[in-house]
């Protein structure tokens, strides 16, 4: 006998064997279904298939479809007037007062979370009465008043640059013709009106000097020509009067931070140069302020 002949499995054996690892016998098949069948329950209780939705009528969908509108106007009305109180707003430059730094119906957009300088110009209310008496809104101009687009016509705007803020001193002129902010002269060249032939406007053909007082700012036009700005309204009937030429900070919106519209005029704003120069006042703000002015 050869060695290890009796322990060798025979050809029917072995194919018996694999047989059996094909197919295996019924209970072996019923033990591995049950379990299948347990995981399978297993996986239901954990995640439950939910039960089919019956199908909306059309009256349903409808409304379904309106309710939705509505939660979308109300969040996006609800957004626009956090956004236009807080961050930022429109608005329309009126006049040819700020020209050629803005034009006559420019939309200009306000950084209402943004500080202001010396130099800026800033958009702030009319409290003054340097306005007429508005026109009521009609038409589309009531809706965007409503919706927060636009400023309300109640309360009037206007838009003018920083000269000087409490306790500044601001005079006119120097021997170049220059305005001094607390004995700074200012090179107002790069914002002021400039004509057909290409020569800036004068910076005033007005004498003055004054104290800003407290709570209080002094501002001009860059077409000084042709702006009703604080100089315009310290002189009333040939004579001074201090109380009607110096908004208050208070009614400040914020400065403008770029031309929105039209899209060819587009342009970002930044404090002019010159105002880095300028010194703080010297002695605290008045509570009254005090201005000489050749008013004739």
């Known amino acids: 006998m050869v060695r290890g002949e009796s322990s060798r499995e025979s050809v029917g054996e072995r194919l018996q064997r694999n047989f059996r690892a094909i197919f ?15 995981a399978v329950r297993a ?46 707003q429109w608005y329309v430059v009126p006049s040819p007062s700020m020209e050629r ?19 800026d110009v800033v958009v702030f209310e009319d ?27 109640a309360e009037q705007y206007l838009v003018k640059r920083i000269i000087g803020l409490p306790g500044d001193k601001v005079e006119c002129c120097t021997a170049s ?4 902010v607390n004995g700074s002269p200012l090179d107002e060249t790069s914002y002021l009106y400039r004509s057909s032939d290409a020569f800036p406007a004068v910076p005033s053909r007005r004498s003055f000097s004054l104290v800003v007082p407290e709570g209080r700012m002094f501002v001009l036009g860059d077409n000084r020509d042709n702006s009703a700005d604080s100089l315009y309204h310290l002189c009333v009937n040939g004579a001074v009067d201090v109380e009607a030429g110096f908004p208050s900070l ?28 300028v010194p703080a006042p010297a002695e605290p703000a008045p509570q009254v302020g005090t201005a000489t002015i050749t008013c004739s």
């Open 24 to 38: 295996p016998p019924r209970e072996a098949r019923r033990a591995k279904s049950s379990i299948g069948r347990d």
């Open 250 to 277: 208070e009614t400040v919106q914020g400065p403008v931070w770029a031309i929105g519209l039209p899209f060819n005029r587009a342009t970002r704003f930044h404090t002019p140069q010159t105002y880095a120069a």
């Open 101 to 119: 730094t803005l034009m006559t119906d420019d939309r200009i957009v306000v950084w209402k979370m943004s500080d202001y300088d010396r130099g």
């Open 177 to 180: 013709g220059q305005i001094i």
């Open 43 to 88: 996986f239901d209780i954990v995640l439950p298939v939910p039960p089919r939705r019956a199908r909306r009528t059309p009256g349903e969908l409808v409304s379904h479809i309106l309710k939705e509108i509505a939660i979308i106007a109300v969040l996006g009305l609800s957004i626009s007037i956090v956004v236009r109180l807080f961050v930022m």
């Open 127 to 153: 409290t003054l009465g340097w306005l007429p008496d508005p026109a009521q809104p009609t038409g589309m101009q009531a809706v965007l008043e409503f919706v927060g687009l636009a400023p309300s016509s």
